[in-house]
């Protein structure tokens, strides 16, 4: 059985009955030229919008005697247009036209009706309160509690409480049963006993649907209205290297600069399974207290990369190692919330051919890797008789 649903949308079509209030209404149907007498009338109903005022126009299903509407094109016959007034029904009010005369004239073919209101939920029970989309899409942050509230109220017309419920609430497609529903106030549980709603691998559980299935026990129709649970990831796990120390040899004649280290691209560095921002993962080196030149000589200007770049000058005579700490963040929104870890780059610094061969003792040029001249003096003894 149709009906006209929300009369206040710009334009419309329904399928509807007419319900006769005077006995003595005759319909007649010009595409048959014939009539019928007091009862239930099919009809279809056009709603259209225009200027504050909604008119309805009437049609009398005529394709196949008086069935419903099977195929409204070109099979229908105009009873009148209807002037609703400013104001749009009431929801959950059904139609009922009552003619503005006791009767109709031989032969015709339509007849003004005037517009009434009656009380008829049963075609409009298991229908969504609300405008909107018709699926409920709701956010839950992974690993809530058991009993969460995942929507408040269904909003579905009808009461499935009382000794004369109109409508019938159940969940279909509840895989591994996350959802409880309380079908008295149409209210949806999360259902985590025994277990963790966990978006990350290897749960990765992103989002959970369900039909909400409604029964109209007065008309026996079924409608089944979708709910879309959304699982927002948490930033529950910090970032992990794939190594526990890393290590790279790099010559003292290097330019500054340069590129000395890249393996913590791709999957050799760190790893989070957290997703967005809370998975991405940031590089930047760590004062060393034990090596207090480390994070001044090296350096990661693109964080993302990870890749170590020469800042200063390496000198293999004063100094052939440093160790690097290097740490590794995600980059939730939240700074106060993001986590960390870290690990140790060990630099071998090796030996280039930069010296040339110096005489010693070698006093240095200023600001220079130069020897002083030097002069080497040498004397050699007169050979003297040493006697018998």
Known sequence: ???????????????????????????????????????????????????????IHIYLCAAFGWELCSDPKGQRAALGVFGVGVEPLVARKGLVLQSVTDGLPSGA????????????????????????PPATIVPIDEESRNGTILVDNMLIKGTAAGPDPTIELSLKDNVDYWVILDPIKQTLYLNSTGRVLDRDPPVSIQSIVVQVQCVNKKVGTVINHEVRI???????????FQQQSYYVAVNELTPVGTTIFTGFSGNNGATDIDDGPNGQIEYVIQYNPNDKTSNRTFDIPLTLSGAVVLRERLNYEEKTRYFVIVQANDRAQNLNERRTSTTTLTVDVLDGDDLGPMFLPCVLVTNTRDCRPLTYQASLPELTDPGP
């Open 1 to 55: 059985m149709g009906s006209g649903g929300g009369l206040g949308a710009d334009i419309e079509l329904g399928l509807g009955f007419i319900f006769l209030v005077k006995p003595q209404v005759v319909l007649c149907n010009s595409l048959k030229g014939a009539c019928s007498g007091v009862g239930i009338v099919p009809f279809e109903f056009q709603v259209i919008q225009r200027k504050g005022k909604i008119l």
């Open 230 to 240: 959304v699982v927002r990831d948490r930033n529950d796990n910090s970032p992990e």
């Open 109 to 132: 073919t339509s007849s003004a009706w005037s517009l009434q209101e009656m009380d008829l939920p049963l075609v409009r029970d298991c229908k969504l309160a609300r405008t909107g």
